[in-house]
Structure formats: structure tokens, C-alpha cells
């Protein structure tokens, strides 16, 4: 059973950084695709970042090159370094986790990121 706690949220400033991390209980970390999406009031969440195996990476357009995803396979922990921070990156960040063999997925609670201008 796989349990994601996020941490790392809070208030910055427009141009600001943050790093948020994500640590994961489940043994079996390092087979899973983790993934980070956020969700704004109103909206639906999307997909900010994800980290395979291999480490392959993909980001949101709106992310490329201002956000750094990460994983830490001994530590069970996925990290997303956010740079050059903007008002509308304001949402929910919610870690996932994805096991491919199965089809399945598994969700932390999110953390608040809150940029002002």
C-alpha cells in the first residue's frame, strides 16, 4: 500500500523558488512513474511534471524550464524544484504515483503554493 506526504508548499513571491517534495512509503518506489499535478479553484487539475524509472522527464509547456523534477530511488522521495515562480503557478500540488504494472495510482493530500506578485 502506497501512502505520498507532500511537503515544501507555503507563500513566495513572484520570481521566488520553492522545492517540493514528496516521500513515499512503499518499498517497490523506484518502479512506479511519480508525477506532479496541481489544481487551481475552479479548475482541473493538470499535470505539471513526471519522472519515470529511468529518470525520462516530461513537463507542462507552461513549466519547461523553470521547474525541475527529480527522484531519490534510496530515499523514496520526489522532488519538484520550482524556479522563477509566477502568480499563476498558484495551486494545490498534489504528488501521484503511477504502478504500470497494474494500472494504478495513488495520491497525496497536496500542498498549498500560493505566489503573490
Known amino acids: 500500500q502506497v501512502q505520498l506526504v507532500e511537503s515544501g508548499g507555503g507563500p513566495v513571491q513572484a520570481g521566488g523558488s520553492l522545492r517540493l517534495s514528496c516521500a513515499a512509503s512503499d518499498i517497490s518506489f523506484s518502479t512506479y512513474v511519480m508525477g506532479w499535478y496541481r489544481q487551481a479553484p475552479g479548475k482541473q487539475r493538470e499535470l505539471v511534471a513526471a519522472i519515470r524509472s529511468g529518470d525520462r522527464t516530461s513537463y507542462a509547456d507552461s513549466v519547461k524550464g523553470r521547474f525541475t523534477i527529480s527522484r531519490d530511488n534510496a530515499k523514496n522521495t520526489v522532488y519538484l524544484q520550482m524556479n522563477s515562480l509566477k502568480p499563476e503557478d498558484t495551486a494545490v500540488y498534489y504528488c501521484?504515483?503511477?504502478?504500470?504494472?497494474?494500472?494504478?495510482?495513488?495520491w497525496g493530500q497536496g500542498t498549498q503554493v500560493t505566489v503573490s506578485s
Open positions: 501521484n504515483a503511477h504502478w504500470p504494472v497494474w494500472s494504478r495510482d495513488y
